[in-house]
């Protein structure tokens, strides 16, 4: 369906800058949080507002505004929360891109451990 | 088999606290966050990326000293009480006792703090719907919503159909709901972008008079307190 | 403490689309609306995004505005109504 009320490519509009475009019918579903995005959003209050205060909820917006239109489209509201902990905790210099790849790949090696896959 | 011997002297150099389990035990424990209710998906389909990641952050936090586990678990802890069970307890309560209500109108976090309800920094700011106005609540440009008495946003919330469009056609997006607005009632839509988070209490249906409070509640549903519903009395 | 404005002043949105992190939205840009609610003190997210401390701090306000005056196309009814919480460095006298 094209733009009713205002072109997406309006410049000086940030992608998540919706008010006003048109995306389709609201489809009014509720499913159920999964336990690791419930962990993506108590690890992110324990490191700011809630707690640790080494990151705030401003960084997280931000980061969600500064990840490239391709990926914000791409990805779902828990996994984009993710990514803008990951680049802010990274940009904040907690640990790195490298460390995180190699660790991700561990637990999946771990994971596929467990399954015996 | 872990070897129990090795079992805090692990690659990753840190000490664990559990007791003694086994091999697959052991390599969940690094996953989940102790809390032994979950158990990741013992499917065929591998782990999505970003939940690897979330594990991935928690282990480097913890490792690097940046948080604690029990930091972690509270902060879970928190997330689990934020309910839209104690938004409707609210709004049932602002039903029956127009003292109540007129202390939410006026401040929000002064009146929730009788139901026990720390909203963590924001500023709980309460709208009443009647014959004349619908109030209708929207985050445009994230997803910004009272989670302390909701608890996280339903989908439908956080997508980019409803944060797009409710702004500049809600009556459009409230049928989409199922719900009819007249031409006679003013749609107001919220869009709260800084600190403050806006609960609606929605209008009581006729027939309740006599009614407790817990079958208020009862009615009171998430997403009537958002204000794309209107309590129905089945 | 500032306070630019007042609950019934009408004012303008500021008109231009500065880079970086911004919480005031596109749609509302240029457009007049009035005073709803004069809200507390904050630091300025737009600097706390950044990692600076937000200060000083900026009197937020709740501006309503009239749908029919924010979009060409508006659909609903002439009473209806978008309120923004908008900080004040985003706003002029209308």
Request: negative net charge; hydrophobic residues 35%.
């Amino acid at each position: 369906m094209p733009p009713k009320f205002t072109n997406a490519n309006e410049p000086g509009r940030g992608y998540h800058d919706i008010g006003g475009l048109d995306y389709g019918a609201v489809d009014p579903i509720t499913t159920e949080v999964a336990p690791w995005e419930k962990l993506s959003i108590a690890i992110g209050n324990a490191m700011g507002g809630q707690g640790r205060k080494l990151i705030n909820t401003d960084m997280g917006r931000r980061a969600r505004e500064g990840m490239g239109e391709e990926l914000y489209n791409e990805l779902d509201y828990f996994e984009r929360t993710t990514e803008s902990m990951k680049i802010t905790l990274i940009e904040q210099g907690l640990f790195t891109q490298e460390e995180l790849e190699e660790r991700m790949k561990e637990i999946e090696g771990r994971l596929s451990e467990v399954r015996g896959s | 088999m872990v070897d129990e011997d090795k079992k805090d002297k692990t690659d990753h150099g840190h000490v664990h606290d559990h007791d003694d389990m086994d091999s697959t035990a052991h390599a969940l424990e690094h996953i989940h966050d102790h809390d032994r209710q979950f158990q990741p998906d013992i499917e065929d389909e591998p782990v999505k990326r970003y939940e690897l990641m979330v594990y991935a952050i928690r282990e480097l936090l913890l490792e690097k000293g940046y948080v604690t586990q029990d930091e972690i678990r509270k902060a879970r802890e928190t997330l689990d009480s934020w309910q839209p069970s104690r938004g409707a307890q609210i709004v049932a309560r602002a039903w029956v006792d127009p003292g109540f209500k007129q202390r939410l109108l006026a401040d929000g976090n002064e009146a929730m703090s009788d139901f026990g309800v720390d909203a963590g920094g924001a500023k709980l700011t309460v709208l009443e719907n009647t014959d004349e106005v619908q109030n209708v609540v929207v985050c445009t440009l994230c997803s910004c919503y009272p989670r302390a008495v909701l608890g996280l946003p339903p989908d439908w919330y956080r997508s980019k159909a409803y944060r797009a469009r409710v702004v500049v056609e809600p009556r459009e997006v409230l049928k989409e709901f199922g719900t009819d607005i007249p031409d006679e009632v003013t749609v107001r839509v919220h869009d709260s972008l800084a600190d403050l988070r806006y609960l609606v209490i929605p209008k009581r249906p006729k027939g309740t008079d006599d009614w407790s409070e817990e079958e208020l509640a009862a009615i009171v549903t998430r997403d009537s307190m958002v204000g794309v519903v209107n309590p129905q009395v089945s | 403490m500032s306070q630019l404005f007042h609950l019934g002043d009408r004012v303008r949105v500021i008109a231009s689309h500065p880079p970086g992190h911004r919480r005031t939205p596109y749609y509302c840009r240029g457009k007049i609306g009035q005073i709803e609610r004069v809200c507390g003190e904050h630091r300025n997210p737009e600097e706390l995004a950044y990692g600076f401390d937000g200060m000083p701090l900026r009197r937020l306000y709740r501006v309503r505005f009239k749908q029919s005056e924010i979009w060409d196309q508006y659909k609903g009814q002439e009473h209806d109504t978008v309120d923004i919480d908008i900080y004040e460095h985003w706003l002029r006298p209308a």
